[in-house]
């Protein structure tokens, strides 16, 4: 059945008016019709099963009949990814979505190419992967900001994941042991510089961490690491 993430509070009764996007894809792409359902979440009230009441030239309008799935979201667990290349950074988002992060960071690093991004396609690209999914909640994007206003601004509960390429640290199994607020860092196409690796291994509550023997491209180590910290303490236990 087809899943749609939805601004409006849900409940028995409500009426749902859909945007443009949501209206077309409905309407035109999948050929719904009146009387069709559709499931619904908004990441605060559970999934809903919702009836389709009317189909206008541009807006569609769901009924929602009877919640589905009670509300959850799953672990504290954020990504903090180097701004890339378009396309890679995209398919960063779409994976850290499906893999159940809660928020996005892009972060400027001293080998950072580029120092901006669409973040509302970044969004809706989350979105997109979190309805397909099957989650009940959107991972946020937030707007990149630089690495060292980042951690100076660090909640020093939650603990720092930080992937180094060098290679001699615990492997991320052996480094991650405790549930709680953790952050993965991946680092940009270049790396990081010798300053950055310093002054990330100083932090209290950085963990250093290597993912193998090989050196990963940003999009293969986000997907790793978010894999490997799944299945260490997150819900893939």
């Given at each position: ?32 019709a009146v009387g ?145 607020p953790w952050a ?36 293969t180590a986000a ?15």
């Amino acid at each position: 059945m087809i899943r749609l993430y939805v601004p409006h509070d849900l409940s028995a009764g409500a009426g749902l008016e859909l945007d443009d996007g949501q209206s077309r894809y409905l309407s035109a792409v999948m050929r719904q019709a009146v009387g069709d359902e559709v499931l619904v979440f908004n990441g605060r009230d559970g999934e809903w099963r919702a009836r389709i009441g009317k189909v206008g030239k541009r807006t569609v309008v769901l009924e929602a009949q009877v919640r589905t799935r009670a509300q959850e979201t799953g672990p504290d667990l954020d990504l903090v990814i180097a701004l890339v290349k378009r396309a890679r950074l995209e398919t960063i988002v779409e994976k850290a979505a499906e893999l159940g992060a809660r928020r996005v960071r892009p972060v400027i690093t001293e080998r950072t190419n580029a120092d901006h991004t669409r973040v509302d396609r970044l969004q809706a690209i989350a979105t997109e992967a979190s309805e397909q999914t099957g989650r009940l909640d959107v991972p946020q994007v937030l707007e990149p900001v630089k690495l060292e206003k980042l951690l100076a601004a660090w909640d020093v509960s939650r603990q720092l994941l930080f992937c180094d390429e060098a290679g001699d640290a615990a492997p991320v199994l052996g480094a991650v042991k405790a549930s709680g607020p953790w952050a993965v860092l991946i680092g940009p196409e270049g790396g990081f510089s010798a300053k950055e690796r310093e002054g990330l291994r100083a932090l209290p509550y950085a963990v250093a961490a290597t993912l193998g023997p090989r050196i990963l491209r940003a999009d293969t180590a986000a997907i790793s690491a978010l894999t490997l910290w799944q299945a260490a303490v997150g819900d893939w236990r």
